[in-house]
């Protein structure tokens, strides 16, 4: 008969033996006191240091130290935004060659008569790098000297929640940890009063594509490095008051209590679930005081306000996300996802991609130019771009979803500020220079955070599972400072 404590190690993955104990162990408790006599008895959290989960530290220097990624969500179209094609603005109206399609996957327009359909947008050149942006984007534009566009992208999945999960995690599998809890997973948090991973959602005018909370999952990862939603407009964290008639010093009582008896049962078996209880209850009560702070505007000035274009802070819009964000950087949130819905333009592309371009362009460089002036995006990542792009054929008056080439933009960390990486063929069908695969945009967010994607892993049912997969995938070299 195995000893029960044995069954509860097989049973979340651990692949120890007597054998491998013993032949571990003299190695393991060594290595215990001396780190005890170098000071490091307190969690890499506590002491400041970054880590690796059963690494033993960085791979390399890190140029990051959070992220912000502002989630286009619905796949804003890189033929009106980034991606400039004089020669399908020429073949307009005309049928789209067959030579670009054949045999090629695509979405709603599989079997139609395909039409070239040219921008809408002028577009012009920015900056001293002279970068070509469309005219949807001029705030965009006034940053183009701090940001790197990538012309290549490529994705596998050619639906929404797929690929949003594909962007997010590498996969399409329910179950695999987004990129957000792997960097928290791996580095820890920073700030002990907020969560490492938060996530908000504004929205255009028009009913949209939903977002699933799969996207900022944590997968087969402890729950505890999941992000967490804040509401954009009203509490950002429901119920984040004391119920009246419960003070403060009563909760901490019971709190104490919970921790208790949660650690009670912890000694009894092994379970990361137990801890992350126990983490969250802490948590859920910093945060009675972190919360309203966080999200009490009223010492931003004006100019502020005005540079982000936040006509009411906390109304839900996109603007008012993006200064929330960083506000939360500057706290030590790790990782920020914000999502703006509204990008789904298979139709009425003229208005509908007009008004979201409006609702984010300013914003988003606002948040760009407000973390410059700070001093903090020399170590915050900035992404900006969707799950796809959209088709340089037309679909009624809008354009169907497109896998294999779109636009994304990023900022500071360490990114090659003032240059285009990549480029679409001449019509802005296929990614065919220098081609950047989400696995490579996944490969590098980790390099930059001192990370090998390939040696930066989790035993999952047997397997040495990663954020980058099986497949091959590359650090983009060539956008790195």
Known sequence: ????????????????????????????????????????????????????????????????????????????????????????????????????????????????????????????????????????????????????????????????????????????????????????????????????????????????????????????LPSKFQGVQFQSKGSAVHYVGSPDGVCQSTQRQVIDE????????????FDPEIETRMSQYEMAFRMQTSVPDLTDMRDEPKHILDMYGVKTPGDGSFASNCLLARRMLERGVRFVQLYHRGWDHHGEIVAKMTESAKRTDQASAALVKDLKQRGLLEDTLVIWGGEFGRTPMGQGSGRDHHIKGFSLWMAGAGIKPGIVHGATDELGYASVQDIVHVRDLHATLLQQFGIDHARFTHKFQGLDLKLTGVEEAKVVKAILA
């Open 1 to 220: 008969m195995k000893h029960p404590f044995i069954d509860q190690l097989e049973r979340h993955q651990l692949d120890w033996s007597r054998r491998t104990f013993l032949q571990r162990s003299f190695a393991g408790l060594g290595g215990l006191a001396f780190s005890k006599l170098m000071g490091a008895g307190q969690s890499p959290e506590a002491a400041g240091l970054p880590f690796i989960q059963g690494q033993g530290g960085l791979h390399f220097p890190a140029r990051a130290k959070r992220v912000v990624h502002l989630c286009m969500a619905g796949g804003p179209s890189h033929l009106e935004s980034f991606d400039p094609k004089p020669q399908l603005d020429a073949l307009n109206g005309k049928e789209f060659p067959a030579s670009f399609t054949a045999g090629q996957q695509l979405a709603q327009l599989q079997g139609a008569k395909l039409i070239a359909r040219g921008s809408f947008t002028k577009f012009k050149r920015y900056g001293q790098s002279g970068i070509e942006i469309s005219d949807l984007f001029p705030h965009i534009g006034s940053i183009a000297d701090d940001i790197c566009v990538v012309r290549s992208m490529v994705t596998e999945q050619i639906n929404h929640d797929p690929a949003h999960a594909f962007m997010n995690s590498g996969s399409i599998l329910k179950g695999r940890p987004s990129m957000g809890s792997w960097l928290l997973y791996g580095l820890g948090a920073e700030s002990q009063n907020l969560p490492g991973y938060v996530v908000m959602i504004s929205r255009g005018s028009d009913p949209d594509q939903p977002v699933s909370a799969r996207q900022w999952s944590a997968g087969f």
């Open 258 to 269: 919970i921790r208790r008896l949660n650690g009670m049962l912890a000694e009894d078996r």
